[in-house]
Structures are given as structure tokens and as C-alpha cells.
């Protein structure tokens, strides 16, 4: 669990720095998907991961809106901020944690009952989803997209840390 959180905020980060080089229009323009816009689709990613987690340990969940986060280093300072919390709880997940139910109450008042394990695995692929939507967007605008690619980077206690691109 701990090895692919730690893989898409190693590719969050390299998306990071790509986007240093767009100008904020660029970062803000309407586009199809995500959340309509890169800087948006960012805020969106940070959120979920930190609002999920902070959920499983039963505290309030994030409800500020986009429109405070407009720029890359605001959305930066956010992702800092709740990574810490977030972190700390990935790195102290143990396999007692994984078969622990979450309840949610549904808009329409259905209550869904999900484990903690397939919590942690949503986040994982929602951000994965995300970038998936930024990729495009990088061709779209005629550059090269950030490599999604797991081997390469270091994650394994066996591997060396030569970036590969497919």
C-alpha cells in the first residue's frame, strides 16, 4: 500500500515541476474532463487523497473551494500542508487496518459500507485516473506528458533509480 502512495506523489511532484513551465492561463484553461482544468484537477487530487484519510480516522473532512487554490503554489502549499497527515497515516498502515469497515451516509440517505483497505485502494486509483487526464492534456498541448511509468523510480529496496520511458 505505502510503495504506490509513495509512487503518485513521486509522479505528482514531476507534474509539479512540468507545469512550472505553463503560464497560468494555460493552467486555468477549460479543458474536457477532470475537473475541467489542470490547476483544478490538482486541487481535486489533493483533496480526495487528504479527505478520505482524514474520514478513516474520523475527523471532519476538507470543504474549502477552488477558488481560494488559483495558482500552482497555492495548490503546492495545500498538497504540503495535508501531506504530512497523510503520510504519517500511510506509513503506519498495517495489515490489521485493512479489513476495518468505513460507513457513509449517501445523498439520498443509503448507507454503504467499504473497508478501510478498499478506501486506501480508491484513493490510489482515483489519483492514477487523474493523471491519466493530465497525460492528454500534455499532448494536447503539443508537449511531452510526465512518464507514468512504476519501474524506474526507486520504490523497490532492490531497484536502482534509472527513470525509464515506454
Not at 7 to 25: A, F, P, T
Not at 26 to 46: A, D, K, S, W, Y
Not at 126 to 153: C, D, M, T, Y
Request: charged share 25%; glycine share 6%; hydrophobic share 35%.
Amino acid at each position: 500500500m505505502q510503495t504506490f502512495f509513495r509512487y503518485n506523489w513521486i509522479v505528482r511532484e514531476d507534474w509539479y515541476r512540468w507545469c512550472e513551465e505553463l503560464s497560468e492561463e494555460e493552467l486555468l484553461q477549460n479543458r474536457t474532463g477532470g475537473m475541467g482544468n489542470i490547476l483544478h484537477t490538482f486541487f481535486h487530487i489533493v483533496d480526495v487523497e487528504w479527505s478520505w484519510i482524514r474520514l478513516l480516522q474520523g475527523k471532519t473532512d476538507f470543504q474549502e473551494s477552488f477558488d481560494k487554490y488559483k495558482s500552482l503554489d497555492k495548490v503546492r502549499k495545500l498538497d504540503g500542508e495535508f501531506h504530512l497527515e497523510v503520510e504519517n497515516f500511510v506509513n503506519n498502515w498495517d495489515a490489521s487496518m485493512e479489513n476495518q469497515l468505513f460507513y457513509d451516509t449517501l445523498p439520498d440517505g443509503r448507507i454503504v459500507t467499504d473497508t478501510w483497505g478498499e478506501v486506501m485502494r480508491h484513493i490510489i486509483a482515483h489519483e492514477i485516473h487523474h493523471i491519466g487526464q493530465l497525460s492528454i492534456w500534455a499532448r494536447e498541448l503539443g508537449r511531452k506528458p510526465v512518464s507514468a511509468n512504476f519501474i524506474g523510480r526507486g520504490l523497490s529496496s532492490h531497484s536502482k533509480n534509472n527513470q525509464i520511458d515506454i
